[in-house]
């Protein structure tokens, strides 16, 4: 098994008293004269409002605010992580789910005022992988990731947290809706980040932050020798012209 996806035989226990969930959107032009216009967006949950400091607490790197649509950008994440924490009433599973949640619902929002229902059956079905108990989502600010997402496993009989980077950097590529497309460029995707890294892409230990800190590092330089490749292609092909 991908120790950075879940299994199909352990799954976390799931006990949502309702499966389907009334999702309302509205945005408001505080003042039309001021520049900048300012424009807030608010969020309910079966008509609870749900708040963004719910989700920067977890993912502080995301903007405090809300956004939807196929032209959100970073607070988009927000929005998906607040609603994935009122719809399964836990921190751990919503840090887990919300990424495919924004991929699959927020990101086709409408882009203005909006009332819809959602059933998540069908979505916790698809993404089953996610539902592993001993699957942990952990943000990384130097992943090359619009999410900053890594997922990592801890065995429950050692107490050992893994992560595989190459699997993390091929999991986490723009989405692509063609099945077939997505799977060849994750493949080379992953045999890029092994090329970089060698045989130092699985990190493992006891502890989460020193986890964390190796895998910030490693990112930090496959970011930087990326950097480094464009800069230098670039200088290649203006002496070449």
Not at 83 to 100: G, H, Q, Y
Not at 170 to 190: C, G, I, S
Request: proline share 4%; hydrophobic share 40%; aromatic share 12%.
């Amino acid at each position: 098994m991908n120790k950075n996806t879940g299994s199909k035989t352990v799954k976390w226990d799931i006990d949502l008293p309702e499966k389907v969930f009334h999702i309302k959107g509205t945005v408001t032009v505080s003042n039309q004269l001021s520049v900048p216009v300012k424009t807030i967006r608010r969020l309910w949950v079966n008509h609870l409002e749900v708040f963004p400091e719910t989700a920067t607490a977890l993912r502080p790197f995301y903007d405090c605010s809300f956004e939807w649509g196929e032209l959100g950008q970073n607070a988009s994440y927000t929005a998906a992580l607040s609603i994935c924490v009122a719809v399964f009433n836990s921190e751990r599973l919503a840090e887990n789910l919300f990424i495919c949640f924004k991929e699959e619902f927020v990101e086709n929002f409408p882009d203005g005022n909006f009332e819809l229902v959602l059933e998540v059956t069908r979505f916790l079905n698809k993404h089953n992988d996610r539902l592993h108990p001993n699957l942990y989502s952990r943000f990384c600010f130097s992943a090359i990731t619009n999410s900053r997402e890594i997922l990592l496993y801890k065995d429950p009989e050692t107490g050992l947290i893994t992560t595989d980077l190459a699997e993390n950097y091929a999991m986490h590529r723009e989405y692509m809706p063609n099945v077939t497309l997505r799977k060849l460029n994750e493949r080379k995707q992953r045999l890029l980040f092994k090329l970089f890294a060698k045989d130092n892409y699985i990190i493992s230990g006891y502890e989460f932050p020193e986890v964390m800190r190796r895998v910030e590092d490693m990112m930090a330089r496959f970011y930087w020798r990326s950097v480094e490749k464009i800069i230098t292609r670039k200088i290649a092909d203006r002496y070449e012209d």
